[in-house]
């Protein structure tokens, strides 16, 4: 969609921008499926970069963007950030969920030697 008003042309490219970065943010998240691939892919590197590049925009922007653009980009970055503050969590519960099994089967174990040793 190009119009002949430089400004607005600045603006469509800006939010175009924003939106990239969210959907690639939201997809590398498992938020969203690839269109590519047709899959829902993780990788949480993947999204702080693009978290952090809209984080970067809004700090080189600073008083240069429309009220609209300002507010748009505050929105999507509070959404980045607390989806992945989401899926940071939802590893930290699946490790610690690891961990509490492989303990559990460790003592197991142990109490099963310890109970072995006995009867001899």
């Not at 498992?30 to 691939?37: A, E, I």
């Not at 978290?51 to 429309?66: E, Y």
């Amino acid at each position: 969609m190009k119009t002949d008003n430089p400004l607005a042309n600045g603006q469509l490219l800006f939010m175009q921008l924003i939106m990239q970065n969210h959907q690639i943010a939201m997809m590398a998240m498992g938020k969203l499926k690839n269109p590519v691939t047709n899959k829902i892919d993780r990788n949480l590197d993947y999204a702080k970069v693009s978290i952090d590049t809209l984080d970067m925009l809004a700090v080189k922007t600073k008083g240069n963007l429309s009220d609209y653009e300002e507010k748009h980009l505050t929105e999507v970055l509070k959404e980045l950030k607390l989806n992945y503050v989401e899926e940071i969590n939802k590893d930290k519960a699946s490790s610690e969920d690891k961990s509490k099994e492989s303990n559990d089967t460790n003592l197991k174990e142990e109490n099963k030697e310890n109970g072995e040793d006995k009867k001899e």
